[in-house]
């Protein structure tokens, strides 16, 4: 399968500070890259969707300026949560969508993830 | 109705038993299914994927696609303990782009 790193692993952070993740690509061209959220026992929640060279499409009730999005390569995108509050503390995770190989269709692959705690 | 539905379980099946996992979903112009496998504490590994009607192995994986009946299901033959995780079913959704919907997840447990 693909590698996709995500850095850092875990953080932790002050109320009212911010706090960027950077997610790569690191054997193939991912010109869509996805942001999830997940809190314990649930499942992924999809936070935005960040294409190379545009800007991120928000999923709704996902605020785009406390989660800011940047896709600038076709190998990285960061995620930045900015004045970061107690209920921010999160599993995010990153994911790159690559075509696949012998099928008309993609697959999609994830990054470690980054537990951000914040106090 | 919810995009993507799983049972949550949790699902137990005894070791060397054939576990079967199921997800239906309520877009009907999807195309793309996938079944990530999802330890504690860790991101989600792809298993598989599947676009076509019927069945497609890979190993002790088994994907089964009814587009009719907008069922995908997962079996996994001869259950091992290191199996045991949450299986998360996830479906593409066509909007101005291609976006996946994760399912809530099953939980497996594989008995020694």
């Known amino acids: 399968g693909a590698v996709v790193s995500q850095h850092p692993s875990w953080v932790i952070c002050k109320s009212g500070t911010s706090v960027k993740i950077e997610c790569r690509s690191l054997d193939f061209q991912a010109t869509t890259m996805f942001w999830y959220r997940q809190f314990p026992k649930q499942s992924l929640m999809l936070m935005a969707t960040s294409n190379e060279g545009s800007k991120a499409t928000y999923e709704q009730g996902v605020e785009k300026d406390k989660f800011l999005i940047n896709h600038a390569s076709l190998t990285l995108s960061t995620l930045t949560v900015t004045s970061a509050h107690p209920e921010d503390s999160s599993f995010y995770i990153c994911s790159a969508r690559r075509r696949a190989r012998t099928e008309p269709s993609y697959e999609q692959y994830f990054g470690p993830g980054t537990r951000l705690t914040v106090t | 109705q919810k995009e993507v539905e799983q049972n949550s379980g949790p699902l137990s099946v005894p070791e060397g038993a054939i576990a079967s996992l199921n997800c239906t979903y309520s877009d009907r112009g999807s195309q793309s299914f996938f079944w990530y496998r999802q330890y504690s504490g860790k991101s989600p590994e792809l298993i598989m994927f599947i676009y076509s009607n019927g069945d497609k192995e890979d190993g002790r994986f088994t994907a089964q696609l009814n587009k009719a009946s907008q069922y995908v299901s997962l079996l996994i033959r001869d259950s091992q303990p290191s199996d045991s995780a949450t299986y998360l079913c996830?479906?593409?959704?066509?909007?101005?782009?291609?976006?996946?919907?994760f399912g809530p997840g099953t939980s497996l447990s594989v008995i020694p």
């Open positions: 996830a479906v593409n959704k066509r909007t101005s782009y291609d976006k996946v919907i």
